[in-house]
């Protein structure tokens, strides 16, 4: 029997009822807010690296809830071909090129509607794109040097190395490989981040050249002659050596059946562990250095470099240029618009920096056995014609290579006049012809095959 008296039962009741209606309320609220409440990023992945470095790299955003496929807008700033796919709660945008150093990208995507709700917003996303290096050769009466600068900012260059003299260098990694002279010959070296340096083993008579470096700076490899004996045949004969830039180790590359290959030119095949090597009797192989046999691609010309961003190599076959596709061996011409020459304008070298796009050098004669060029200018070639993109104030083009983003031109001149000056390099944009920096050296690493 209960002792409570009825007024207070009566009271608890009207409490308990309070309570349920708040709960009510606070319930209907929560659904009314999530009812209006647009998809929220949870999470995003992106690689301001690969952006730079890689073609249809991608910006992966994951929300909070699933959203519908259909009514999606992507904006990206500055502007950058790029598509948008929706798959659950992922959007995925995938840039058709690289895109631009240090630079900062704005990435707004509208109409992203719940699949559940249908509440309707925006999603955005910004990330920066790091800088890109370039080395350059300054040579000089007290010794060779290698400088480093920014491509894009106006910091001032660096001394990565110094030696007596220098013939060849590229990047590995973090690190450098130098063909140099320090007074002990030519040796290639390898000085590697933590300050350590591997002088690569060869008869104290070699020569070495096409010193090439791994897209993904795990390798290097380098051309060897020699006339001394070596320790498994007479002479080393336009002998390609790679060299593991972790370990050191340095392993020979064979042709058929084990046997030497006489390399002429070579490169690495990006995207896999392959080489390509011209041979000196001008036939063209991809190899894997793990083994197995070559596979022949016919007679190679000369090696014109990569479209950037691709395994596809240009190679000439005077008087026609080639392009193939070292990952499938397929070869087809290529077909380069012809341009518009003034009166005593010669063509000079062509670089690749896209599908049907290409730089050219455009030499102006004068009669004079001593200068020969008096100067030259840089064209853009692509599907919508011919345009001039760079003219020096002065000196003769003597070099023209494409930063690995193909967004900046290196174009290298000398004074004919001034001999002893040390060449200067202009960075150029591709594709406005503003020039962006001008840097005293030349050779700039851009221009290394591989």
Not at 154 to 162: K, L, N, S, V
Not at 340 to 346: E, I, K, Q, Y
Request: proline share 8%.
């Amino acid at each position: 029997m209960s002792t409570e008296p009825p007024r207070s039962r009566a009271g608890f009741g009207r409490l308990v009822a309070v309570i349920v209606a708040v709960l009510a309320v606070a319930a209907g609220a929560l659904v009314a807010v999530a009812a209006v409440t647009p998809p929220r990023v949870s999470s995003t992945a992106v690689a301001p690296e690969a952006l730079v470095t890689r073609l249809g790299q991608r910006v992966v955003v994951t929300l909070d809830q699933p959203v519908a496929p259909d009514g999606l807008e992507l904006t990206v700033e500055p502007a950058a071909p790029a598509s948008l796919t929706a798959d659950g709660s992922t959007l995925t945008v995938r840039f058709e090129g690289m895109l631009d150093y240090a630079t900062d990208y704005a990435v707004r995507i509208d109409g992203v509607r719940s699949a559940a709700t249908g509440a309707t917003g925006r999603v955005e996303v910004a990330f920066t794109t790091p800088d890109e290096q370039i080395l350059l050769l300054v040579p000089g009466a007290d010794g060779d040097r290698i400088m480093s600068a920014s491509a894009t900012a106006g910091d001032p260059p660096t001394e990565r190395y110094r030696a007596e003299h220098i013939s060849e260098f590229v990047r590995v990694g973090d690190g450098l490989v130098v063909i140099s002279d320090e007074g002990d010959g030519p040796r290639v070296r390898h000085l590697t981040p933590d300050g350590r340096v591997f002088v690569l083993g060869g008869p104290a008579d070699a020569t070495y050249r096409a010193l090439r470096a791994s897209p993904d700076g795990r390798g290097y490899g380098v051309v060897l002659t020699s006339a001394s004996v070596g320790p498994e045949r007479t002479v080393y004969d336009s002998v390609l050596q790679l060299v593991d830039a972790a370990t050191d180790i340095e392993t020979e590359v064979t042709g058929f059946d084990g046997g030497p290959l006489s390399v002429a030119d070579w490169t690495y095949v990006r995207g896999t562990t392959s080489i390509l090597v011209r041979s000196l009797d001008l036939q063209g192989y991809i190899v894997d250095p793990a083994g197995g046999e070559p596979v022949p691609l016919g007679t190679l010309g000369r090696l014109r470099g990569f479209v950037p961003g691709t395994p596809v190599l240009l190679t000439d076959q005077w008087p026609d240029t080639f392009e193939t596709d070292l990952t499938t061996a397929e070869t087809t011409p290529v077909d380069i618009p012809a341009i518009r020459l003034d009166a005593g304008d010669v063509a000079g070298d062509f670089i690749p920096l896209g599908a049907a796009r290409f730089a050219q050098v455009v030499h102006v004669f004068v009669n004079d056995p001593v200068a020969r060029w008096a100067t030259s200018y840089v064209v853009g070639i692509g599907e919508d014609g011919m345009r001039e993109l760079f003219r020096p104030p002065s000196g003769a083009i003597t070099g023209l290579c494409a930063s690995p983003n193909a967004q900046l031109l290196a174009v290298t001149l000398v004074d004919p006049s001034s001999p002893d000056q040390p060449p200067l390099t202009y960075l150029v944009d591709a594709r406005t012809g503003a020039t962006m920096r001008t840097l005293t050296g030349g050779r700039p690493d851009w221009c290394a095959g591989g």
